[in-house]
């Protein structure tokens, strides 16, 4: 079927889609602005080997759509974007990205970038010799941005115990954090100085030899994370990990990680929800360097991350309250939250 883009922009509301081609360095990237209603954009540079442009165009539409939820639920004065970039040989990526910070400067700060999957420090340091509206690493940008994220998985955590058993318990759980990374290493911490059994899975054999060393955490086989038993089971890997298949592997009662995407279908949310596993919709739980890098750029100031940790647990507690009280599942009740919010907000600004 063809893929009509105006259409598709009408249906989910999008300001703005934008193809950059970059001729000298061999670029070639979508920029989606989803919405500016109630402040500049923010969304990442996802950098990745999509099959072809279409697989790239439609996961910059879905992202971007997903950040502006993300910007309304932790209740930021700002709203989604993405880039894409199709990563492929022979692309000079150095000036790949000064091109991109040319065109975010040219934005004159309608849209501030920063890290996603393939865009790390060195590339971000390329944008930021061209433009102020980006995340920069190191002492000059908002920093502890993947703390800020695990805070917020940790307090989650915490707010899926209590709605479930009234307390917190921690030396009595057991939690398996899938991908020991930056997010995952900082939250095995985290639950390690609270007494926490940790179990950890990480594919990197090596970093997980590490992180069981530095922590004391238990290694389990990472093909087996998701069949460890366990009160949490913290995806702190890629996205797309619980689909049709593997959801039915799991043997833990709560579902709430750093990771995007976690589930492949909103209805995989559903079958979660039967199943009797709590679902911490993952578009709240990781919102901690989002909330860091927006309040430091339009606040100028830097959040610290146990207060952005206690924030995101507020807020996934208001919408755990909201899914019992309605019977519907968390994840339901923060699309509808979130959607609600963009829609008053886009009414306030005509
Ligand atoms: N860093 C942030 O602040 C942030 C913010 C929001 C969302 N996220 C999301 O959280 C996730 C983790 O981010 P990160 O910054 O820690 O990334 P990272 O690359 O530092 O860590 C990911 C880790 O997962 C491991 N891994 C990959 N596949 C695995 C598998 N199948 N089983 C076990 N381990 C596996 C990798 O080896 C790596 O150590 C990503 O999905 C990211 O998009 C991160």
């Not at 501030?112 to 102020?132: F, M, N, Q």
């Not at 955590?157 to 709605?163: S, Y």
């Not at 997980?208 to 990472?222: C, F, N, R």
């Amino acid at each position: 079927m063809p893929f009509h883009l105006l259409d598709a922009m009408h249906r989910e509301g999008f300001e703005e889609v934008r193809a950059l081609h970059d001729r000298r360095s061999g670029l070639r990237a979508f920029l989606g602005v989803h919405d500016t209603a109630r402040g500049p954009a923010f969304g990442g540079i996802r950098r990745w080997e999509y099959r072809d442009e279409s697989e790239a165009l439609l996961d910059c539409l879905r992202l971007a759509r997903a950040m502006t939820r993300k910007c309304a639920l932790a209740e930021l004065p700002a709203g989604g974007a993405k880039l894409v970039v199709l990563a492929k040989s022979g692309v000079d990526w150095n000036g790949a990205y000064r091109y991109i910070g040319r065109a975010v400067e040219a934005m004159g700060g309608r849209f501030y970038t920063g890290p996603d999957v393939g865009t790390g420090d060195s590339e971000l340091a390329c944008v930021a010799e061209e433009t102020a509206f980006v995340t920069k690493p190191g002492p000059a940008g908002p920093g502890a941005l993947a703390e800020s994220t695990a805070q917020g998985v940790f307090h989650s955590i915490a707010t899926c115990l209590r709605h479930l058993d009234g307390e917190e318990n921690w030396t009595a759980r057991t939690v398996c954090v899938q991908g020991l990374g930056a997010v995952g290493s900082h939250l095995a911490r985290f639950l390690m100085e609270r007494g926490v059994h940790v179990l950890g899975a990480d594919v990197d054999t090596e970093r997980a030899t590490v992180m069981e060393q530095e922590l004391g955490i238990e290694l389990v086989d990472p093909n087996l994370a998701l069949d460890q038993s366990c009160d949490v089971l913290a995806p702190c890997a890629l996205g797309g990990l619980l689909h049709d298949v593997t959801l039915e592997r799991l043997r833990c009662r709560i579902v709430a990680g750093g990771a995007n995407n976690v589930l492949a279908r909103r209805l995989h949310g559903d079958r979660l929800h039967e199943r009797g596993i709590l679902y911490a919709p993952d578009f709240i739980v990781n919102s901690g360097a989002l909330i860091r890098g927006a309040l430091f750029h339009l606040d100028d100031h830097r959040e610290p991350a146990e207060a952005i940790g206690e924030r995101i647990g507020g807020t996934l507690e208001t919408v755990l309250e909201r899914s019992r009280a309605e019977d519907a599942t968390p994840l339901r009740v923060a699309v509808a939250e979130a959607d609600e919010r963009i829609l008053a907000w886009r009414e306030a600004s005509g």
